[in-house]
């Protein structure tokens, strides 16, 4: 598994875009287009290049509610990082 980049960011080959067609989230890129489900959306969102991992996490905990994100958001940011979406 690769490490997680220390404040991860949208890699520059997408660009990430509400879809009213799709009434969701997306990421775009030039070969098509990945709908992406709510979590995956607030998790990118966070994705600035300016917050680290933890501070990504205090955010979506304290937006809505929640505890003990981080072992959800790591598994996710890998599988991100995976993909190439997240450098």
Request: one cysteine or more.
């Amino acid at each position: 598994m690769n490490a997680l980049p220390d404040r991860p960011k949208l890699s520059r080959l997408f660009r990430m875009q509400w879809e009213e067609a799709q009434g969701a989230w997306v990421l775009l890129y030039p070969e098509g287009m990945v709908k992406l489900n709510q979590s995956a959306a607030e998790i990118l969102k966070r994705c600035d290049g300016e917050r680290d991992v933890k501070a990504i996490v205090a955010d979506l905990e304290t937006t809505f509610s929640a505890t003990g994100l981080l072992p959800d958001v790591q598994d996710f940011l890998h599988s991100a990082v995976e993909r190439g979406w997240v450098a």
